[in-house]
């Protein structure tokens, strides 16, 4: 995966996510949403960011629609991170996708998941210009990092520092 300067989040894109993370923060479902939060690999400090969560056949994953982010960065860094869903906090270990997985996981679980509501469809197609989601799983798996989150079981939380 290429690895360049951090994406900038889009104006709009920015406002939701920041009405979202309140939403979430007071404990308010917010659709796929739930907040995030990992040590930043320079800081050392929890560093909280929304994201959809995409859960599926009891496997779930986070990505990065907006390509390369800080987010991104220090996950893949720290390996561990809180996942809040309501009000319960889960300690989740985080495992990057090879682009041949992430390729399969945009074809296979993203897509199709996007397809199935109109609007989804034309909000990343047309809006986000994150049509390569849907049409070329090759270069989506380039352009944005896929995680793969499972539970941390007791004696593994050692590692989150």
Known sequence: MAIGSPARIPGLLAAFDSLTGRLLGAG????????????GRKSGLARTTTVSLIDAGG?????????????????????????????????????????????????????????KVPFATWLVGSQLKWRDILEDPWAAAERHPVFELRPVVAGEAGDEG
């Open 28 to 39: 308010v479902p917010v659709g796929p949403f739930t907040l995030l939060t990992v040590r």
């Open 59 to 115: 496997r779930r994953w986070v990505e990065c629609t907006v390509a390369e982010t800080e987010w991104a960065r220090n996950l893949r860094a720290s390996g561990v991170a809180a996942l809040t869903i309501g009000r319960r906090t889960q300690l989740v270990k985080a495992r990057e996708l090879s682009r041949e997985e992430a390729a399969v996981f945009f074809r296979d679980v993203l897509g199709p998941r996007i397809r």
